[in-house]
C-alpha cells in the first residue's frame, strides 16, 4: 500500500545545477499535483496534472518544468536551481481534483 | 484574490481538554474546505472535507463547521490526546478550478 512515494527525501544541489523530483502514485489517480512548502507560510501549488499528458501551471511556477507521460509518474525539474528554490515539495494525488489530496513525505531541498 | 487565514499560529493546552482551531478565508465562492493534518518531518494526511453546502462534517473526535458567508471554518478536537500533537492545516478549494488555497497552519501541543 504504497500510496504516493516521492524521491529523494533530502538533497543539497548548489546554485545553477539541475535535477528533477520523482513523484509516483499506484492509486490510478487522475489529478497530481506539486507543492512548495516554506516556514511561516501555507503551501503553495507549483504545477498540477488532471491527466496523463494534460499540465498547467499553478500559483509559482516560474522555474520548474513538469510532464505526465503516463497516469503513476508526475515529475518536477529544477532547470537552474536558485536559493529561493530552498523549500520542502510535496506531491499530492486525488482521483478528481475537488477531492481529498493523498500526499508523499516530501523533498527537503537546499541550494547553497 | 483568495487569502486563508489561521490564527494562533501555535496553540500548547493540557491533556484532556476540549479545543476549537480556526481557519478564515477572504473569499465566499469556494467549492470545499478541508482540514488536514502534518506531522514533523511527514507529509499532510486529509482529516475532513466540507462541501460548500454543508455545514459541518465529523470523524470520531474531531467536528470541522463551515460559515461559508462569514469567511469562516472551526476545527473541534474533543478530549485532546498527547497524540493529537501536530500542525493542523485548511484549505479551501475554488470553484473554477478546484485549486487549493491554504493557510499557514496551527502547530497544536497537548501536554500530558
Known amino acids: 500500500n504504497a500510496g504516493v512515494t516521492q524521491t529523494p527525501k533530502f538533497q543539497v544541489l548548489k546554485t545553477g545545477q539541475s535535477m528533477t523530483l520523482q513523484c509516483a502514485q499506484d492509486m490510478n489517480h487522475e489529478y497530481m499535483s506539486w507543492y512548495r512548502q516554506d516556514p511561516g507560510m501555507g503551501l503553495r501549488l507549483i504545477h498540477y496534472?488532471?491527466?496523463?499528458?494534460?499540465?498547467d501551471q499553478g500559483e509559482v511556477p516560474n522555474g520548474y518544468n513538469v510532464s505526465r507521460s503516463t497516469t503513476e509518474d508526475f515529475p518536477l525539474r529544477l532547470l537552474s536551481a536558485a536559493p529561493s528554490q530552498t523549500s520542502v515539495y510535496f506531491c499530492?494525488?486525488?482521483?478528481?481534483?475537488?477531492?481529498?489530496?493523498?500526499f508523499g513525505d516530501g523533498t527537503r531541498l537546499s541550494i547553497l | 484574490k483568495q487569502e486563508v487565514t489561521q490564527i494562533p499560529a501555535a496553540l500548547s493546552v493540557p491533556e484532556g481538554e476540549n479545543l476549537v482551531l480556526n481557519c478564515s478565508f477572504t473569499d465566499s465562492a469556494i467549492y470545499n474546505l478541508q482540514w488536514f493534518r502534518q506531522d514533523p518531518g511527514k507529509g499532510l494526511t486529509s482529516l475532513l472535507l466540507?462541501?460548500?453546502s454543508q455545514r459541518e462534517q465529523t470523524s470520531g473526535r474531531l467536528n470541522a463547521s463551515l460559515d461559508k458567508s462569514s469567511g469562516r471554518s472551526t476545527l473541534y478536537i474533543a478530549a485532546s490526546q498527547p497524540g493529537d500533537s501536530a500542525t493542523y492545516l485548511c484549505?479551501?478549494?475554488?470553484?473554477?478550478?478546484?485549486?487549493?488555497?491554504w493557510g499557514a497552519g496551527t502547530k497544536l501541543i497537548i501536554k500530558p
Open positions: 484549505a479551501v478549494s475554488g470553484v473554477r478550478n478546484y485549486q487549493l488555497i
Open positions: 496534472s488532471v491527466g496523463a499528458g494534460i499540465t
Open positions: 466540507i462541501q460548500s
Open positions: 499530492a494525488s486525488s482521483p478528481q481534483g475537488a477531492q481529498p489530496q493523498h
